[in-house]
């Protein structure tokens, strides 16, 4: 009886989850969601300050505009950082780091889709010339798209 007992009480002393260990925190779902949309709004400002051609070519910005681009990518950053800091020194260490993954990732996989496309476009340019293969009926050059 008192190895049961003692039992009891080494199991009432550990924290009990109530979701099981599985469960995603509420707070953190929110939290990276409202991050998401944060990086989400800073893709759609870049996206609507860089005109493209029908073809989805970025067009240079004139010089009077170029300072836009980065200035909107600075700036929300700053604000991130600010909300992270503020969070982290109110005692909620958790949401700030996930609202942080979550503004990364929009912009992280969209850095991605870019470079990506880019080594496509060499790829398809360059390598089959390079093992024979006549491309100029198939692919125009870059220059002629834009």
Do not use: C, N
Request: glycine share 10%; proline share 5%; hydrophobic share 50%.
């Amino acid at each position: 009886m008192d190895s049961e007992a003692a039992g009891d009480a080494e199991r009432d002393d550990q924290p009990q989850d109530p979701g099981g260990p599985g469960r995603i925190d509420a707070v953190l779902v929110v939290s990276s969601v409202f991050g998401l949309v944060l990086g989400g709004l800073t893709l759609a400002g870049l996206h609507s300050l860089y005109r493209a051609t029908w073809q989805g070519y970025v067009l240079s910005t004139a010089r009077v505009d170029a300072w836009k681009g980065p200035t909107l990518l600075i700036a929300s950053a700053v604000v991130i950082l600010v909300i992270h800091v503020v969070l982290d020194r109110v005692g909620a260490r958790r949401f700030a780091d996930w609202l942080l993954i979550g503004y990364a990732l929009p912009l992280v996989l969209a850095a991605g889709l870019v470079v990506s496309e880019e080594v496509l476009f060499m790829l398809r340019s360059r390598v089959p010339q390079e093992l024979g293969i006549k491309t100029s009926a198939l692919m125009p050059p870059r220059s002629d798209l834009a």
